[in-house]
């Protein structure tokens, strides 16, 4: 079963980074166990990562291919609802960066498809699509950072709250 996790939450963001590098090593990085890990990724248990813990695990999500920061982003994301209106210049420059990123990675596709490519041309695309692939969970927060509020209501789950 899938676990609803309140949109641009801390849950969400370290359950990107253990997507990512695993729960064994997120929990070596945070010092910490694997089930405290996993507490800190849902939303209805309570506890979250320290600073220094959310630094060393966005950086290792970075280090192991991540586009971003996904627990700064939360936590920025975060601010920004609680100081007003959500950024709509930062939703339109991801939107931009988006739209780059996935036409470089489309663009290096088709020349991936195309007969004789060489094993580097297809790294290439495997590459471009995988930071085009990282802009868009930022992208998606910004979003749901516009609904009214916050998204953590009926809108994004279904569920009353």
Known sequence: MTKVRAPLSFSIAVMTVVDLIGWTD????ARRAVRTI???SESDKKGSPTLDQAIALDRAFILAGGGYAPILESYARQIEVITG???RDSLAQDLALATREAGDAFSHC???LLPGATPAQIHRAIAETEEADAI???????LKALLPGNGAGREA???NQ
């Open 26 to 29: 997120a929990a070596a990085i």
């Open 38 to 40: 996993r507490h800190w």
């Open 85 to 87: 209106e959500p950024c």
């Open 110 to 112: 088709v020349q991936a």
């Open 136 to 142: 868009f969970p930022r992208l998606i927060g910004r």
């Open 157 to 159: 789950t279904g569920v």
